[in-house]
């Protein structure tokens, strides 16, 4: 295939395919039976790993490296496009939603309807700026809940997540938006719409941050035990034992579960399910917990632990003991 043809199905020029070629990104390496230069199968390939890498954000220097890595996997970086294809088509048919609602509904005030327009393709912008900036003035501009909810779930960069969460709490059906997404097949989604529950202070959403505390990802029951121990949910504590326990925010689950011990309760939980852990660090961190919780019960589990097998985990609880002890 000659220049002038692939410039022409391609749409890349034929001053890039020839720039391509002075960099030796892309260089014809077929010959016709006149003697010109055409690009062959592989070359067509190559174009389109290019363009590829170039639609992904990379400099042309940088895309020369990754073709010339021996580790480029071409099927990888097409299931990326795909999948960034997915999501800009979602992201507009999402956009097509407002507009024919726009439509249904009516409007009184046009130039009001093409602020908000502007400001759901700035929420989904490349640009982690510009969905900043949209994201602070959603409120303001009346942005639904619908719309925040599918930002903020498809909402990588965590500068934005925070001022589109913030922004959602404030908008009417928000709790609903968010509590339809936490049964999500995509555990992203559900750590997302979980985390922005764990920022609304209301009863609905205490009793759906319950139901994830049997989430099967991890990430989910642990940002619901840490949000719903701190509004006083006992229905949390299992959890946050087994936080400690896993060392996964141990320091902050310990804190909150010492503000639930009024009768040793909490005490007994940590010491069945640690104190007889054969790995030294967990007892050490049921000894560090212990330490939080006032009371004759952990004194009590503290002095049981200073005859530890293991010498940082005796030595430790002993001067917790020490220290209480005065």
Known sequence: MLIGEVARRSGVSTRMLRHYDALGLVRPTGRTTGGYREYSDPD??????????????????????????????????????IQDTQD????????????????????????????????????????????????????????SAESLTDALLAESDENVAGTLRWALAQTPGALDQLAARVTDPDATVRRRATT?????????????????????????????ALSLGRRGAEAALNVLVELVAVGDRDVEAAEILATHDVDGRIVERLVDRLGADPDPSVRLRLVQALAEITGDAASKALTGLGDDADETVARTARAIGSLRSR
């Open 44 to 81: 067509i390939e190559r174009l389109l790993h290019v363009e590829s890498l170039r639609s992904l954000g990379l400099s042309l220097r940088d895309v020369g490296r990754a073709l010339d890595d021996p580790s480029f996997a071409p099927d990888t970086l097409l299931e990326r496009l």
């Open 88 to 143: 800009r088509m979602a992201a507009d048919a999402r956009l097509l939603d407002r507009l024919r609602q726009i439509q249904v509904t009516g409007a009184d005030d046009w130039p009001a309807v093409l602020d908000v327009v502007g400001l759901l393709r700035a929420v989904h912008s490349e640009h982690a700026a510009h969905r900043q900036r949209a994201a602070l003035r959603a409120g303001d501009a009346g942005l």
């Open 196 to 224: 922005a529950l764990s920022a609304i202070d209301d009863a609905r959403a205490t009793a759906v941050l319950e139901a994830s505390l049997t989430d099967p990802d991890h990430e989910v029951r642990r940002t619901a």
